[in-house]
């Protein structure tokens, strides 16, 4: 089992910055294990914002490329994501995901675990 645990949401203006961790924990985690971080909107479907694969190779959605950062720190076993420039379009619930593999996906469908999502407002 992967316990995944979110914080650092929160409220911020436009153009400014957030940083979100996820700490890992569990027997079934590994560092090898790819990361993604994803957002939900009200009313909309989970979207893919950055991952990271087991080597640590990023990837990032086009709407959020240059601005947000994915990053790992293999000895915290803490995932994170450096959010700068933010913008309204950016307010949503953010969940960290783990897959039980090496290489990342895009699709939410492909990771088997789960944090419990922290909100991240940003106003105009």
């Known amino acids: 089992q992967v316990h995944l645990v979110e914080s650092g949401g929160g409220s911020a203006q436009a153009g400014g910055s957030l940083r979100l961790s996820c700490a890992a924990s569990?027997?079934?985690?590994?560092?090898?294990?790819?990361m993604g971080w994803f957002r939900q909107a009200p009313g909309k479907e989970r979207e893919g914002v950055a991952f990271?694969?087991?080597?640590?190779?990023?990837g990032y959605a086009d709407s959020v490329k240059g601005r947000f950062t994915i990053s790992k720190d293999n000895a915290k076993n803490t995932l994170y994501l450096e959010m700068n420039s933010l913008n309204p379009e950016d307010t949503a619930m953010y969940y960290c995901?783990?897959?039980?593999?090496?290489?990342?996906?895009?699709?939410?469908?492909?990771?088997?675990?789960w944090g419990q999502g922290t909100q991240v407002t940003v106003s105009s």
């Open positions: 995901a783990a897959r039980v593999g090496y290489d990342y996906s895009r699709l939410p469908s492909a990771y088997h675990f």
């Open positions: 990271i694969d087991g080597g640590g190779i990023t």
């Open positions: 569990g027997n079934g985690y590994s560092s090898r294990h790819s």
